[in-house]
């Protein structure tokens, strides 16, 4: 099982923007140190908690201070961009990057940027698919294009102005062949949608705000669309994201992950649960879809949401968890903001070198054993 990196990120909206970007990008840093495998990095154009407005931006930053973690977005939003837009920018960061780069993609869910860019009203699941049709035809056809798909508001080619023999009317194609590996972030219970992403080859992550136990439900959608196209799926596809802190003691672990009033933890949850309910969105911390919403108290999505312990009760959270929604091939860590930089480091640190060689130990031996 790999290890992963994500952050949204989401920090104290007073703290200076300089001073959070500079912890994100030390955070990513620490993580290629640590053998992380890859990380994702959300972006959001209004929200000053969750401050990366752009995630290609953010990372070209992190290509020359990094050695082999690959750098993903997560996401790219692409109702918010032209497709030719996503396309160019995804195939020169790839090249930037020498194919050390995950596309991670979605419609982009925070209302305040679709109000912004004039498009709330819009159906922007359906933009999504329109553009991710359309980049994916930019990298597979040839110039002048002539992409004219139906039903697609997005009609691309360069046929009236080209001038090969000038390099005009050309656009680029990524590092990696055919394409680099394309992943959604999948948040609803039973979503409709990973059947399709199944189809395309496009692998799922399961959001790390989700109650675990409805995560096997992506898994079983994710199998279905494979099997429909005559296609296995397969395990190190599929990404789990979980909150978690490791610590070196029990004090600690349940201070600053879970009781502690300055717990990032609980700052984060109180963000991701205010924003859920303001949104119509509090089924996906429900363990039951007819369970009331008063029900869903911060102390409940804390206590279903976040895996907080010393190392050996971490790893016994996760292999818990494991048998619940069954294997999945990589477990993808949540970064917090560093309320105390000093326990945030430590917890990567020993995530990375106790926690999963541990995790991966017990794998090994009960697949042996079966």
């Known amino acids: 099982m790999r290890l992963g990196y994500f952050t949204m990120p989401v920090h104290p909206m007073q703290r200076p923007w300089v001073e959070t970007l500079h912890e994100d990008r030390e955070a990513i840093i620490l993580a290629d140190k640590l053998g992380f495998y890859d990380a994702f990095i959300g972006e959001h154009l209004t929200d000053a908690c969750e401050n ?14 990094t050695k082999q973690i690959k750098l993903a977005s997560g996401t790219c939003n692409l109702s918010q961009i032209h497709p030719v837009v996503i396309a160019a920018n995804c195939a020169m960061f790839d090249h930037l990057a020498q ?4 596309m991670g993609v979605s419609a982009g869910a925070l209302t305040s940027d679709a109000e912004a860019l004039g498009i709330l009203d819009e159906d922007r699941n359906k933009m999504f698919a329109e553009a991710i049709d359309v980049i994916l035809a930019i990298w597979e056809r040839e110039a002048p294009y002539k992409i004219d798909l139906p ?20 656009m680029p194609k990524p590092f990696q062949k055919p394409r680099p590996e394309i992943v959604g972030t999948v948040v609803a219970p039973f979503s409709p949608g990973v059947v399709l992403m199944g189809k395309r080859d496009f692998h799922p992550l399961s959001a790390n705000f989700l109650l675990a136990k409805h995560m096997k439900s992506h898994w079983q959608n ?3 669309g494979k099997a429909e196209v005559g296609e296995k799926a397969k395990v190190e596809d599929w990404r789990v994201a979980r909150t978690i802190f490791v610590a070196d003691d029990d004090k600690t672990a349940l201070a600053y992950g879970r009781e502690d009033a300055n717990s990032p933890y ?3 949850f109180s963000q991701m649960r205010g924003k859920m309910k303001r949104g119509g969105r509090l ?22 949401c976040v895996i907080h312990g010393t190392v050996n009760k971490v790893v016994d959270q996760i292999l ?3 048998e619940e929604i069954g294997d999945f091939g990589e477990l993808v860590y949540a970064g917090m903001d560093w309320v105390d930089e000093k326990l945030g480091r430590r917890s990567m640190q020993l995530m990375a070198e106790e926690v999963m060689p541990r995790v991966n130990a017990a794998i090994a031996k009960s697949d042996a054993a079966e």
């Open 222 to 224: 994710y199998a279905k």
């Open 151 to 170: 039903n697609n508001r997005f009609k691309v080619s360069t046929e009236r102005t080209q001038a090969f023999d000038l390099g005009v009317g050309i």
């Open 266 to 268: 609980r700052f984060y």
């Open 52 to 65: 990366v407005t752009n995630s290609l931006l953010f990372h070209a930053t992190l290509i020359n201070d």
């Open 283 to 304: 089924y996906v911390f429900k363990s039951h879809k007819e369970q009331p919403d008063e029900e869903i108290t911060h102390d409940f999505v804390m206590d279903h």
């Open 99 to 102: 194919g050390r780069f995950i």
């Open 320 to 322: 818990k968890m494991r």
